[in-house]
Structures are given as structure tokens and as C-alpha cells.
């Protein structure tokens, strides 16, 4: 680093050496005497004039958010980088209003779901480890925002649910205790290392592993937080990608350190990322999976443009949840899906509606409609149930014809279909036997 340019205010110079000594940052301290000839004697860096104290608590007061010199250096991009390091902020200010607010959003996002504060432990611990007057720290913001959040959680459930509900210990006990998401699903311990996370990261993947290797390491904490995201949600056996969507701007940081050193290719880096995400957020938002969502509608064109819909009902028979309910129809329509509750007795041979549907479908229509006035008015379902497969018996047609069903509506659905999903939907409507086309 140079030394300060001909003519730099002597009063800046004691300004600064005064603030790194006040700080107790001793190796900036030194780092300025280096430059500042005159200011330190024999056994270090000489205590200022009370004067000169008072000044720097004051300036220090009316520091912005990120501090800063008081004047530029020569080198412009080495004084960026260091400014913060430089002139750091006092112990008053480490837990300064700013700090306050996003210790009561922390607090917030743990009420609404407690998993939202997993990736803030190694923040809040950094923190801690950091800061000086940690007792102060604990006591008049952390365990002050926490009893404040806590009682208001405690409050707002007691009124719903009419009796004292710990809602943060249900939700533990549920997915971690009794491990109850597995019936959900569960995958291998390493799925968010080796599936998960790349996929959540996509065409990412590449410049955020760069980006690891150029951080400098006052961002590692960032990476601690998203390695630990991974590691705590490794441990429960149900995943799901939407469960460490919170560590991609984590992520997003070295990428930006990646892409920043890229220089020459930085150009085609940037139309790269652009034109794949581009393209598969157009066809993952556009086309895939689209059939759930248009159905909804043509359900809700039912209830506004039928004379009859007082008499209509509809019976979504697909996988439990693969269609919105009436979120999206908006009006009282009586509609009935497929149920999967979790088990909660403890059963070993625990089989949900749906399950039991799907072994035999049409023995189980017959069974459940076996009276023409329990019939819906209309049904909705994937195009496999229509498909006979060897050894398989889901094919459902003989009930339709029976029921006098037809068909009046195709909705597009996936070109990647699934055991359970087609790659379309059909809705049917039961006509009287005189009307039937």
C-alpha cells in the first residue's frame, strides 16, 4: 500500500490511528502508525488526548451502515476492499438497531416455521463468537426478542386452537421424532450432496465450486451455513428440493466471485446462465406439469357457465394433493380427491385411500359407488388409468361406459409421465342415458 498522498490532513491521520486504538483492534493500529511517523513512541501506539477520543466516539456515532475512511486512498480498489477491515465499528455498534431488526426477523421465521432458523444458527453464532460484550448481547436483545416472539406464538395459538398448544414442539415431534414425513417419501442420506442441491443449483453448479476456491475468508461463513443446511436436512430421511431453497443466496455470493474473475469469458458466462435458466424456467412454468393447474380452470368454467352446477360434484381420483382444491375454483362446489393421511396409530400395514384405490381401481369404484345416486357428476383422472398394462389392473373404462361418463375435456400434463401420473388429464361428465353423444 502507498503511502498517503503529499498533503494528507494531519488531522485525518490521528483521526484514524485514534478509532483503530479505540476499537481495540490493535494490528490495525499498528498497520496506521506504519504510514502515520510521529504517533508512536518506543513502547507502541500512544493513548490520544481525551479530546481526541471524544471526537472519534462522535464521528464514529454518524458512521453510515458499511464504515468508511474519512479519505480516499490512491489506490481506489485496495481501499474498497479494506475499507471495512480498516475503520471497523465500535462494540456499541455491533449490536446496533440494524442488528436488533434482524434478530427479530430471525425470530419471526422461526415462528412461522422453526426449520427457517437452521441457516441462521452459524450466522447468529459468528455472531456471538464476535462480539464482545457477549453477556449484553444475550441478555438485552437475544433473550429479550425471543421471549417477546415466543409469547406472541403461545398467544395467537392459544386463540385458535382454544387450549395452550406448543406448535414449535408439535412440528419437532412430528418430523424429527417421530420421523413421520417418511411416509411422504424418504431418500438416502447423501441425496441433497449428490441429487438435491446440483439440481436446485442447475447450470450454477459449475461457478459456484469456482466461486468457493476465490472467496476471501470473510465469506466463508457463507459457506459453513450452506454445508450445514445440507448436513441437518441430510438427517431426516424425507427431502424434498423446496427444503434448502433458503441457501441459494448464499450461494448466489460465489457465484458473483466466480463469474467477477472470469474477465474475458465473463461475456459468455452470462448469456450461458441467462439462456438455460431462461429456457428451463419457460418449460418448466409454461409446459411441464401444467395439466393440475388447467383443469382447475376448466372445473371453474363449470361452476360459473353450468345452469345445473347446484347439482354437480366432482371426484378428483388422482394422487392425493396433485391438484389445487379451492384455492382456484372459488366457489362452494362439493369436491372430493383421494386421501393420504399420515398414520399416526403405528400401524405396519398402513395403507391410505389412495393406496387402496390404485391396487385395483376398478374394484374399488364399484364397491364405493355401488348406488347411481353416490355418483359425481364428474370425474377427473390421469390418462393411465385408461391404459391396460400387462399385470396391471387399472384400467378403469368398463366403470365409465357403465356409469354412462364421456368424456368433455383433455388437459396436456407432462411429457415425462410417472407410475401414478399420465401424461395427460381427462374429465368426465355423467350424462343422462338420452343425452349421451
Request: hydrophobic share 40%; net charge positive; with cysteine.
Amino acid at each position: 500500500m502507498k503511502l498517503p498522498f503529499p498533503g494528507y490532513p494531519r488531522a485525518c491521520e490521528r483521526r484514524l490511528l485514534a478509532e483503530a486504538i479505540l476499537s481495540g483492534r490493535k494490528s490495525n493500529a499498528r498497520f496506521l502508525s506504519y504510514f502515520l511517523p510521529g504517533t508512536v513512541a518506543a513502547g507502541g501506539p500512544q493513548r490520544p488526548s481525551k479530546q481526541m477520543q471524544d471526537g472519534a466516539r462522535r464521528r464514529r456515532r454518524r458512521q453510515p451502515l458499511f464504515p468508511r475512511s474519512p479519505e480516499p486512498f490512491p489506490e481506489e480498489d485496495e481501499a474498497a476492499k479494506e475499507k471495512i477491515d480498516l475503520v471497523p465499528r465500535s462494540p456499541e455498534e455491533h449490536w446496533a438497531p440494524q442488528s436488533v431488526k434482524y434478530s427479530s426477523l430471525v425470530a419471526l421465521a422461526f415462528i412461522i416455521r422453526p426449520t427457517a432458523v437452521i441457516p441462521w444458527v452459524p450466522l447468529l453464532l459468528r455472531h456471538f463468537w464476535q462480539e464482545q460484550r457477549k453477556l449484553d448481547l444475550f441478555l438485552h436483545q437475544f433473550l429479550p426478542i425471543g421471549f417477546v416472539t415466543f409469547s406472541l406464538s403461545l398467544i395467537i395459538d392459544r386463540i385458535f386452537f382454544g387450549q395452550w398448544t406448543l406448535v414449535q414442539y408439535n412440528f419437532l415431534k412430528f418430523n424429527v421424532l417421530q420421523d413421520l414425513g417418511t411416509f411422504y417419501g424418504s431418500h438416502p442420506w447423501h441425496w441433497y450432496f449428490s441429487q438435491g442441491f446440483p439440481a436446485v443449483l442447475g447450470t450454477h453448479l459449475p461457478f459456484f465450486i469456482h466461486g468457493c476456491f476465490l472467496a476471501s475468508k470473510r465469506y466463508r461463513i457463507f459457506l459453513v451455513t450452506v454445508l450445514w443446511t445440507l448436513l441437518v436436512y441430510s438427517m431426516l430421511s424425507h427431502k424434498e428440493f423446496r427444503f434448502i431453497y433458503p441457501v441459494l443466496p448464499f450461494c448466489m455470493v460465489f457465484c458473483g466471485y466466480s463469474l467477477n474473475h472470469l474477465k474475458t469469458w465473463k461475456k459468455p458466462a452470462l448469456s450461458f446462465l441467462f439462456l438455460s435458466n431462461m429456457l428451463l424456467a419457460l418449460y418448466t412454468g409454461l409446459v411441464h406439469q401444467r395439466g393440475t393447474l388447467d383443469v382447475m380452470t376448466n372445473i371453474q368454467e363449470l361452476c360459473y357457465n353450468n345452469p345445473n352446477v347446484s347439482s354437480a360434484s366432482v371426484f378428483i381420483m388422482m394422487p392425493c394433493h396433485s391438484t389445487p382444491y379451492y384455492s382456484h375454483v372459488h366457489y362452494p362446489l362439493p369436491m372430493r380427491f383421494l386421501q393420504c393421511p399420515p398414520d399416526l396409530s403405528g400401524k405396519s400395514d398402513y395403507l391410505t385411500e389412495a393406496d387402496i384405490f390404485y391396487l385395483n381401481p376398478l374394484k374399488w369404484l364399484y364397491r364405493e359407488f355401488h348406488n347411481d345416486s353416490t355418483l359425481p357428476t364428474h370425474l377427473i383422472i390421469f390418462s393411465v388409468l385408461e391404459e391396460v398394462k400387462e399385470h396391471e389392473k387399472k384400467e378403469i373404462s368398463p366403470f365409465l361406459i357403465s356409469s354412462n361418463y364421456e368424456r368433455t375435456a383433455v388437459c396436456f400434463h407432462t411429457h415425462l409421465p410417472e407410475d401414478r401420473t399420465g401424461s395427460h388429464i381427462y374429465v368426465y361428465e355423467r350424462k343422462l342415458k338420452g343425452k349421451l353423444n
